[in-house]
T-cell receptor, first 116, second 114 residues
Framework: AQKITQTQPGMFVQEKEAVTLDCTYD???????LFWYKQPSSGEMIFLIY??????QNATEGRYSLNFQKARKSANLVISASQLGDSAMYFC?????????????FGSGTKLNVKP | NAGVTQTPKFRILKIGQSMTLQCTQD?????MYWYRQDPGMGLKLIYY???????DKGEVPNGYNVSRSTTEDFPLRLELAAPSQTSVYFC?????????????FGPGTRLLVL
C-alpha cells in the first residue's frame, strides 16, 4: 500500500486566492511526522512545513498551514494568498518515528500553477 | 556554508558502465540520504546513513552501493548502469531532532543511461 497519496496531479489557482493541496497517509506507527516540500522548475527541494502526530495544533509557517486531520489520516497543505512564485511541484512526505525511523516516504506530487 | 553539494550535475552513461555520484555537506549533519526521482514521480529512498561507518538500505537499493567514511561525504556508486537507472538523484542531510528535523537537499544529479 502507498504510504503517501497525493490525488491531484495538477491544480490551477488564481493569484491572491487560497489553495488546498491534498495528502493522505497510511501508517500503523503511533508516532510520525508529516512534511511538505516545494520543488520549483529549477529542481531544488525546499522544506515548507512540519506536523508531528502528537502536535495539538495545526502547523503554520507564514502563508503555509497544514490542515491535519488525524482520524482521517490527512495532512493537507493550505497556501493562502497565492503568488506567481508559488507555481511549483509540491510533495507531501512522512517519517515513521518508531518503526522505520530513518526512512522518509514521499508522495507523487501535485503541480500547482498560479494564474495572474 | 555551501550546504549540500553534488557532482556532477549531469552525466550520460552507457549501459554497463560504472560511476560514482558525489555528495558532500558542510553542516556537520549525522544523517545523510540518497533519493532518486523518476519523471513525474516523488522521491524514493535508495540508501541512508546515520553516521560515519553506518549505512542501510532504503526502498530501492538494488543496483547501488554507498559508503560513509567521513561525516561530510556520502558517495553513491552505480556498478553496472542500466536504462532503469535513468533518473534525477538527490542527496540530503539532516540533524536528528526527535524526528522533526528538516532535510537539506542538494541540487541533484541528472543521470541518463543509454
Amino acid at each position: 500500500a502507498q504510504k503517501i497519496t497525493q490525488t491531484q496531479p495538477g491544480m490551477f489557482v488564481q493569484e491572491k486566492e487560497a489553495v488546498t493541496l491534498d495528502c493522505t497517509y497510511d501508517t500503523s506507527d503511533p508516532s510520525y511526522g508529516l512534511f511538505w516540500y516545494k520543488q520549483p522548475s529549477s529542481g531544488e527541494m525546499i522544506f515548507l512545513i512540519y506536523q508531528g502526530s502528537y502536535d495539538q495544533q495545526n502547523a503554520t509557517e507564514g502563508r503555509y498551514s497544514l490542515n491535519f486531520q488525524k482520524a482521517r489520516k490527512s495532512a493537507n497543505l493550505v497556501i493562502s494568498a497565492s503568488q506567481l512564485g508559488d507555481s511549483a511541484m509540491y510533495f507531501c512526505a512522512m517519517r515513521e518515528l518508531l518503526y522505520n525511523f530513518n526512512k522518509f516516504y514521499f508522495g507523487s506530487g501535485t503541480k500547482l500553477n498560479v494564474k495572474p | 556554508n555551501a550546504g549540500v553539494t553534488q557532482t556532477p550535475k549531469f552525466r550520460i552513461l552507457k549501459i554497463g558502465q560504472s560511476m560514482t555520484l558525489q555528495c558532500t555537506q558542510d553542516m556537520n549533519h549525522n544523517y545523510m540520504y540518497w533519493y532518486r526521482q523518476d519523471p513525474g514521480m516523488g522521491l524514493k529512498l535508495i540508501y541512508y546513513s546515520v553516521g560515519a561507518g553506518i549505512t542501510d538500505k532504503g526502498e530501492v537499493p538494488n543496483g547501488y552501493n554507498v559508503s560513509r567514511s567521513t561525516t561530510e561525504d556520502f558517495p553513491l556508486r552505480l556498478e553496472l548502469a542500466a536504462p532503469s537507472q535513468t533518473s534525477v538523484y538527490f542527496c540530503a542531510s539532516s540533524y536528528p531532532d526527535r524526528g522533526r528535523e528538516t532535510q537539506y537537499f542538494g541540487p541533484g544529479t541528472r543521470l541518463l543511461v543509454l
